[in-house]
Antibody, heavy 120, light 108 residues
Framework: EVLLVESGGVVVPPGGSLRLSCAASGFNFDDYTMHWVRQTPGKALEWLCLISWDSSEIRYADSLKGRFTVSRDNTEVSLSLQMTSLTTEDTALYFC?????????????WGQGTLVTVSS | SYDLTQPPSVSVSPGQTARITCSGAGLSRQFSYWYQKKPGQAPVLVMIKETRRASGIPERFSGSRSGTTVTLTISGVQAEDEADYFCQSSDPRLTYVMFGGGTKLTVL
Protein backbone atom coordinates (compact mmCIF):
# COMPACT_ATOMS: atom_id res chain seq x y z
CA GLU A 1 0.00 0.00 0.00
CA VAL A 2 1.31 3.42 -0.97
CA LEU A 3 1.76 5.66 2.03
CA LEU A 4 2.79 9.31 1.85
CA VAL A 5 3.20 11.29 5.05
CA GLU A 6 3.83 15.01 4.94
CA SER A 7 5.35 16.93 7.82
CA GLY A 8 6.76 20.33 8.66
CA GLY A 9 3.66 22.46 8.52
CA VAL A 10 3.55 25.15 11.22
CA VAL A 11 2.55 28.74 11.82
CA VAL A 12 5.18 31.01 10.24
CA PRO A 13 5.29 34.83 10.04
CA PRO A 14 5.09 36.62 6.71
CA GLY A 15 8.48 36.72 5.05
CA GLY A 16 9.55 33.53 6.72
CA SER A 17 10.79 30.27 5.32
CA LEU A 18 9.74 26.70 5.84
CA ARG A 19 10.74 23.25 4.70
CA LEU A 20 8.16 20.55 4.20
CA SER A 21 8.97 16.88 3.98
CA CYS A 22 7.17 13.87 2.61
CA ALA A 23 8.07 10.33 3.65
CA ALA A 24 7.12 7.67 1.15
CA SER A 25 6.64 3.93 1.45
CA GLY A 26 4.86 1.05 -0.22
CA PHE A 27 6.19 1.60 -3.73
CA ASN A 28 9.47 1.96 -5.61
CA PHE A 29 9.97 5.63 -4.84
CA ASP A 30 12.85 6.06 -7.27
CA ASP A 31 10.68 4.93 -10.19
CA TYR A 32 8.17 7.78 -9.97
CA THR A 33 7.79 11.48 -10.52
CA MET A 34 6.47 13.22 -7.40
CA HIS A 35 4.34 16.33 -7.02
CA TRP A 36 3.44 18.96 -4.46
CA VAL A 37 -0.09 20.38 -4.48
CA ARG A 38 -1.81 22.70 -2.03
CA GLN A 39 -5.40 23.33 -1.11
CA THR A 40 -6.18 26.88 -0.17
CA PRO A 41 -8.79 27.89 2.42
CA GLY A 42 -11.16 28.58 -0.48
CA LYS A 43 -10.87 24.84 -1.27
CA ALA A 44 -9.19 25.12 -4.70
CA LEU A 45 -6.36 22.73 -5.53
CA GLU A 46 -3.22 24.38 -6.81
CA TRP A 47 -0.41 22.39 -8.36
CA LEU A 48 2.98 23.63 -7.20
CA CYS A 49 5.73 21.54 -8.70
CA LEU A 50 6.98 18.16 -9.80
CA ILE A 51 10.29 16.36 -9.75
CA SER A 52 11.15 13.39 -11.91
CA TRP A 53 12.45 10.13 -10.51
CA ASP A 54 16.07 11.15 -10.99
CA SER A 55 15.59 14.90 -10.36
CA SER A 56 16.54 15.63 -13.98
CA GLU A 57 13.20 17.28 -14.69
CA ILE A 58 11.74 19.81 -12.30
CA ARG A 59 8.76 21.97 -13.08
CA TYR A 60 7.16 24.76 -11.05
CA ALA A 61 3.95 26.70 -11.26
CA ASP A 62 4.66 30.18 -12.58
CA SER A 63 2.77 31.66 -9.62
CA LEU A 64 5.53 30.59 -7.22
CA LYS A 65 7.94 33.11 -8.76
CA GLY A 66 11.00 31.15 -7.80
CA ARG A 67 10.25 31.10 -4.07
CA PHE A 68 9.87 27.33 -3.73
CA THR A 69 12.43 24.60 -4.36
CA VAL A 70 11.59 20.91 -4.63
CA SER A 71 14.09 18.15 -4.04
CA ARG A 72 14.15 14.46 -3.36
CA ASP A 73 16.44 11.93 -1.77
CA ASN A 74 15.90 8.49 -3.23
CA THR A 75 18.17 6.84 -0.68
CA GLU A 76 16.12 8.33 2.14
CA VAL A 77 12.87 7.80 0.20
CA SER A 78 11.78 11.35 0.85
CA LEU A 79 10.58 14.45 -0.91
CA SER A 80 11.08 18.03 0.26
CA LEU A 81 9.72 21.47 -0.48
CA GLN A 82 11.72 24.50 0.60
CA MET A 83 9.54 27.59 0.77
CA THR A 84 10.80 31.14 1.17
CA SER A 85 9.37 34.66 1.31
CA LEU A 86 6.08 33.30 2.53
CA THR A 87 2.97 35.45 2.40
CA THR A 88 -0.51 34.99 3.78
CA GLU A 89 -1.54 33.70 0.37
CA ASP A 90 0.67 30.66 0.99
CA THR A 91 -1.58 29.57 3.83
CA ALA A 92 -2.85 26.18 2.72
CA LEU A 93 -2.87 22.45 3.27
CA TYR A 94 0.13 21.06 1.41
CA PHE A 95 0.01 17.60 -0.15
CA CYS A 96 2.68 15.46 -1.68
CA UNK A 97 1.48 13.08 -4.34
CA UNK A 98 2.82 10.25 -6.44
CA UNK A 99 2.57 10.37 -10.20
CA UNK A 100 0.59 7.64 -11.91
CA UNK A 101 3.54 7.06 -14.23
CA UNK A 102 4.09 6.79 -17.99
CA UNK A 103 4.45 10.56 -18.19
CA UNK A 104 0.78 11.05 -17.45
CA UNK A 105 1.38 13.86 -14.95
CA UNK A 106 -1.61 12.66 -13.00
CA UNK A 107 -1.55 11.99 -9.29
CA UNK A 108 -2.68 8.57 -8.15
CA UNK A 109 -1.74 8.60 -4.48
CA TRP A 110 -1.79 11.50 -2.04
CA GLY A 111 -0.76 12.08 1.51
CA GLN A 112 -3.10 13.55 4.11
CA GLY A 113 -1.41 16.93 3.92
CA THR A 114 0.41 19.24 6.29
CA LEU A 115 -1.01 22.62 7.24
CA VAL A 116 1.01 25.77 6.68
CA THR A 117 -0.33 28.96 8.20
CA VAL A 118 1.37 32.23 7.40
CA SER A 119 0.41 34.74 10.02
CA SER A 120 1.96 37.34 12.26
CA SER B 1 -2.16 29.72 -19.84
CA TYR B 2 -4.62 26.89 -20.27
CA ASP B 3 -7.35 27.43 -17.71
CA LEU B 4 -9.86 24.76 -16.78
CA THR B 5 -13.38 25.92 -16.00
CA GLN B 6 -15.84 23.97 -13.87
CA PRO B 7 -19.28 24.91 -12.54
CA PRO B 8 -19.02 25.79 -8.83
CA SER B 9 -21.80 23.44 -7.83
CA VAL B 10 -24.04 20.63 -9.00
CA SER B 11 -26.96 19.25 -7.02
CA VAL B 12 -28.82 16.01 -7.59
CA SER B 13 -31.11 13.73 -5.66
CA PRO B 14 -30.02 10.22 -4.72
CA GLY B 15 -30.35 7.82 -7.63
CA GLN B 16 -30.20 10.54 -10.24
CA THR B 17 -27.35 11.23 -12.66
CA ALA B 18 -24.83 13.93 -11.96
CA ARG B 19 -22.78 15.46 -14.74
CA ILE B 20 -19.81 17.65 -13.96
CA THR B 21 -18.14 19.47 -16.80
CA CYS B 22 -14.66 20.86 -17.27
CA SER B 23 -13.82 23.13 -20.18
CA GLY B 24 -10.50 24.33 -21.47
CA ALA B 25 -8.85 25.05 -24.79
CA GLY B 26 -6.06 22.58 -24.13
CA LEU B 27 -8.35 19.65 -23.42
CA SER B 28 -8.56 18.74 -27.08
CA ARG B 29 -4.81 18.09 -27.06
CA GLN B 30 -4.01 16.81 -23.60
CA PHE B 31 -5.44 14.07 -21.45
CA SER B 32 -7.48 14.98 -18.42
CA TYR B 33 -8.13 13.42 -15.05
CA TRP B 34 -10.72 13.72 -12.30
CA TYR B 35 -10.27 13.72 -8.53
CA GLN B 36 -12.73 13.43 -5.67
CA LYS B 37 -12.01 15.40 -2.52
CA LYS B 38 -13.97 14.96 0.68
CA PRO B 39 -13.43 17.15 3.76
CA GLY B 40 -10.55 15.94 5.87
CA GLN B 41 -9.50 13.35 3.36
CA ALA B 42 -6.83 13.17 0.70
CA PRO B 43 -7.92 13.63 -2.90
CA VAL B 44 -8.69 10.42 -4.77
CA LEU B 45 -8.00 9.86 -8.45
CA VAL B 46 -11.30 8.92 -10.07
CA MET B 47 -10.85 9.01 -13.85
CA ILE B 48 -7.76 8.58 -15.98
CA LYS B 49 -7.42 9.96 -19.49
CA GLU B 50 -11.07 10.98 -19.62
CA THR B 51 -12.65 7.53 -19.75
CA ARG B 52 -10.76 5.02 -17.60
CA ARG B 53 -11.81 4.49 -14.02
CA ALA B 54 -9.02 4.48 -11.49
CA SER B 55 -8.50 1.44 -9.31
CA GLY B 56 -11.33 0.87 -6.87
CA ILE B 57 -13.70 3.42 -8.38
CA PRO B 58 -17.30 2.17 -8.74
CA GLU B 59 -18.76 1.56 -12.17
CA ARG B 60 -21.31 4.33 -11.69
CA PHE B 61 -18.48 6.77 -12.43
CA SER B 62 -17.75 7.37 -16.09
CA GLY B 63 -16.09 9.99 -18.20
CA SER B 64 -16.21 11.43 -21.68
CA ARG B 65 -14.85 14.19 -23.84
CA SER B 66 -16.35 16.31 -26.55
CA GLY B 67 -14.03 18.79 -28.12
CA THR B 68 -12.65 21.02 -25.39
CA THR B 69 -15.05 19.83 -22.70
CA VAL B 70 -14.69 16.75 -20.55
CA THR B 71 -17.48 15.40 -18.41
CA LEU B 72 -17.54 13.27 -15.30
CA THR B 73 -20.82 11.39 -15.03
CA ILE B 74 -22.03 9.70 -11.88
CA SER B 75 -25.00 7.47 -12.53
CA GLY B 76 -27.25 6.52 -9.65
CA VAL B 77 -25.67 9.04 -7.31
CA GLN B 78 -25.29 7.93 -3.73
CA ALA B 79 -24.97 10.02 -0.60
CA GLU B 80 -21.32 8.98 -0.29
CA ASP B 81 -20.57 10.67 -3.62
CA GLU B 82 -21.09 14.09 -2.09
CA ALA B 83 -17.70 15.75 -2.44
CA ASP B 84 -15.70 18.30 -4.37
CA TYR B 85 -14.57 17.14 -7.81
CA PHE B 86 -11.60 18.58 -9.63
CA CYS B 87 -10.50 18.09 -13.21
CA GLN B 88 -6.79 18.21 -14.03
CA SER B 89 -4.68 18.38 -17.13
CA SER B 90 -1.39 19.77 -18.33
CA ASP B 91 -0.29 22.20 -21.00
CA PRO B 92 0.59 20.67 -24.39
CA ARG B 93 4.30 21.30 -23.90
CA LEU B 94 4.25 19.54 -20.53
CA THR B 95 5.61 22.47 -18.58
CA TYR B 96 2.95 22.65 -15.89
CA VAL B 97 -0.05 20.92 -14.41
CA MET B 98 -3.33 22.67 -13.75
CA PHE B 99 -6.54 21.96 -11.87
CA GLY B 100 -10.00 23.21 -12.50
CA GLY B 101 -11.59 25.31 -9.82
CA GLY B 102 -13.59 22.40 -8.48
CA THR B 103 -17.26 21.52 -8.41
CA LYS B 104 -19.12 20.83 -5.20
CA LEU B 105 -21.50 17.94 -5.72
CA THR B 106 -24.41 18.07 -3.31
CA VAL B 107 -26.64 15.05 -2.90
CA LEU B 108 -30.02 16.40 -1.85
Amino acid sequence: EVLLVESGGVVVPPGGSLRLSCAASGFNFDDYTMHWVRQTPGKALEWLCLISWDSSEIRYADSLKGRFTVSRDNTEVSLSLQMTSLTTEDTALYFCAKDLGDNTWSLDSWGQGTLVTVSS
Amino acid sequence: SYDLTQPPSVSVSPGQTARITCSGAGLSRQFSYWYQKKPGQAPVLVMIKETRRASGIPERFSGSRSGTTVTLTISGVQAEDEADYFCQSSDPRLTYVMFGGGTKLTVL
